[in-house]
């Protein structure tokens, strides 16, 4: 016959033979004449009986009672079905957010050199406003910056190119440094992804990319003629060569050397491989950046 777990009468049996199967093998001889004649063991069997049926009680609770994983009670951060950007997966929209965590740093302090020069997109630099410097998102693009050390968010615009030293993703102004709390240590962990005007999760304008290809930023050099020499060569390798008048660190001025025009990312970071290699052991950055 099977056993059944729910019954209470089996539960029953298997507790008078485990009870018997102790008084034949654990009770020592000399008691057992005791324990018969003042009705111990029909007193164990009595509370095997309440026993049996407690644990039948908590082995039926047991089964009936949903089974949980460890992270099943975490509220999620976001609504069943979205993604990271706060989009369904199946919209224009989630594909084309731009989301990004690296390095931040900021710039437009006392004495280096950048408050009230000229930002690529043409304008004053103010380090009281909220703007940033990125390499390929397009001007006037809002992105939200999140310092991941402590939270603290800001939505800046874009109006510079850089930052243009690796590992680094974004520049900030000062006022944003100081609202994220980054000033003291110059540069932190960030994620950022690009917002509408009211903050919220939106893609990157097409409109805002169309003819403005990328280009490769071979250096910065504030010695012309090294800059001329440089040129020259990557000229006679892979073709135009542009030169573009900057301001670099401590208000001194830099030509910034680009080559090419490469419609796809993927076009540019191929010819990034390839100019590696013939500028290999000089100590080079190299930076993908917008034509404009």
Not at 188 to 209: E, F, I, Q, S, W
Request: aromatic residues 8%.
């Amino acid at each position: 016959m099977d056993f059944n777990v729910l019954s209470t009468q089996n539960w029953n049996r298997m507790f008078n033979v485990w009870i018997e199967d102790i008084q034949v093998i654990a009770l020592p001889a000399a008691i057992t004449p005791f324990a018969l004649r003042g009705s111990l063991l029909p007193k164990v069997r009595t509370f095997a009986r309440y026993a049996s049926g407690i644990v039948v009680l908590l082995f039926a609770l047991h089964c009936s009672s949903p089974q949980t994983s460890v992270g099943a009670a975490r509220t999620p951060a976001l609504p069943p079905g979205l993604p990271p950007t706060g989009f369904p997966d199946d919209t224009p929209e989630a594909r084309h957010v731009y989301t990004e965590s690296g390095l931040a740093s900021w710039y437009g302090g006392d004495g280096d050199g950048f408050a009230g020069g000229i930002t690529a997109n043409g304008e004053i630099y103010d380090p009281s406003a909220l703007t940033c410097a990125h390499r390929t998102l397009p001007f006037g693009a809002r992105v939200e910056v999140e310092n991941l050390a402590n939270g603290k968010r800001q939505v800046l615009r874009v109006n510079d190119r850089g930052p243009f030293i690796r590992g680094r993703i974004i520049d900030v102004s000062q006022q944003a440094a100081q609202d994220l709390g980054m000033t003291r240590n110059g540069v932190v962990n960030v994620r950022l992804r690009t917002v509408d005007a009211k903050g919220a999760p939106a893609p990157v304008d097409p409109a805002a990319l169309k003819g403005n290809p990328y280009t490769i930023q071979v250096a910065a050099l504030a010695n012309p003629a090294r800059a001329e020499r440089l040129s020259e060569e990557l000229r006679t390798a892979f073709g135009p060569v542009t030169c573009q008048e900057a301001k670099g660190p401590g208000g001194v001025t830099v030509q910034r050397i680009r080559v090419g025009t490469y419609p796809r990312l993927e076009e540019a970071q191929e010819a990034t491989e390839r100019i590696a290699k013939f500028c290999k052991d000089r100590g080079l950055e190299y930076f993908i950046v917008r034509k404009r």
